[in-house]
């Protein structure tokens, strides 16, 4: 018995296990907290609410810095302006062309193959008019709109951190980072004080993440409670989240396993079948981390020793590849947009999806490589579009 929890034991370190068992379990919890108490308790209540709004708080705290200085951290690694034009350029154009493609994927279908609208919205009265967006779901003007985004983006960094502009801190960090390749030699200090400051935020990210459990049982906890009050639509939210999921782990897949290996064959020959035998072990460490940056070591060796790249090439492309393309999580952050606009019954214009389209892409690049990094990129997604976090 001992040797099998030794067994077991290895694979409860795993986070998104964690996560799950701690999901079903505030659901199943929820439920009977409902059977055996159907007046509730206010103390319970009020300790889940306050646990809850402390993890938001948490990773909201994180959104502005984070945004801003990753996106400068992933923009100076691309190196001097030798290997921005000649290499950088070619490695960047193909990130940009891959996320793009896997984000496309994500709405294309999420458009057209959406089950979980066999349900009625579930929290069709549950937005605040007063959450902060960066569009007004009434207008269907372009050119309103990018006045709009125009005003928005085009303001001092200070401002826009403190306001939690998105896109005034994305354009300043972009446009920082960019000055900062171009003009500073590579051994200013400046790039060194980026990336203490982008560990240091990571090292606070983690922190906040190792608490995702505790935060997901609380909020299923709550939210399983409140929709059993309201309307008792508990059992087709469930249906709902598990119809997501799947498709997003198909949509995934596809991309992963089907369409890069393809452009892979079409641009060096290998077949796809040969390339991912020869990938195998970066495939399942980062399986087993969630990190791309975990990962790192384990890719470069095998580029170099399974693939025969160049390391003067690898060393290059990985650890940029590891910093901005994020394809997983770009495809996975349209994805939710579109299912959370419909559990909120917000209707989304084509302008809102082409926002949805750059938010995304945006986010994934300015994602760190590590578990779960995502649900701080993903609220300035969804602050895009008026989704409550």
Known sequence: MFRNFQQVHP?????????????????????TYQALIPEGNASIADTVAFLKSAFLALL???????????LIGGIISIGNVVRLRQLGGITVLYYLATTTVAIALALSVVLFVHPWTEYPPL????????????????SDS????????????????????TDLNILGIVTNAIL???????????????FKLVQDIN???????????????????????????????????SEAFLSQLFQFG?????????????LLPLI??????????????RMLQPLLVAFSTSSSAATLPVSMRTAEEELNIDNSVSSFVLPLGATMNMDGTALFEAMAAIFLAYLYGIELSTVMIITIFLMSMVASIGAPGMPSASMSGMQMVLLAIGIPL
């Open 60 to 70: 909201k705290m994180l959104i502005a810095p984070m945004i801003f200085f990753s």
């Open 199 to 233: 560990n240091v935020i990571i090292q606070i990210l983690k922190w906040v993440i190792r608490l995702l459990p505790l935060g997901i049982f609380v909020i299923l906890f709550d939210f399983t409670i409140r929709l059993s009050a309201g309307e008792g639509h």
């Open 246 to 258: 799947g498709l997003v782990v198909l949509l995934t897949l596809i991309h992963g396993l089907v």
């Open 264 to 277: 892979a064959w079409m641009t060096t020959g290998r077949k796809p079948i040969e390339l991912l035998s």
């Open 142 to 161: 372009l050119i309103a709109v990018l006045s709009s985004m125009a005003a928005l983006a085009f303001t001092n960094p200070f401002t826009a951190l």
């Open 123 to 138: 929290l069709v009265n549950s937005v605040d008019a007063s959450v902060a967006r960066m569009l007004d779901p009434d």
């Open 176 to 190: 920082i980072g960019i000055a900062m390749v171009l003009i500073l030699d590579s051994s200013s200090p400046l």
């Open 11 to 31: 694979l409860l370190k795993n986070l998104t296990v964690q996560v799950s068992l701690a999901a079903l379990l505030g659901i199943v919890l929820a439920m």
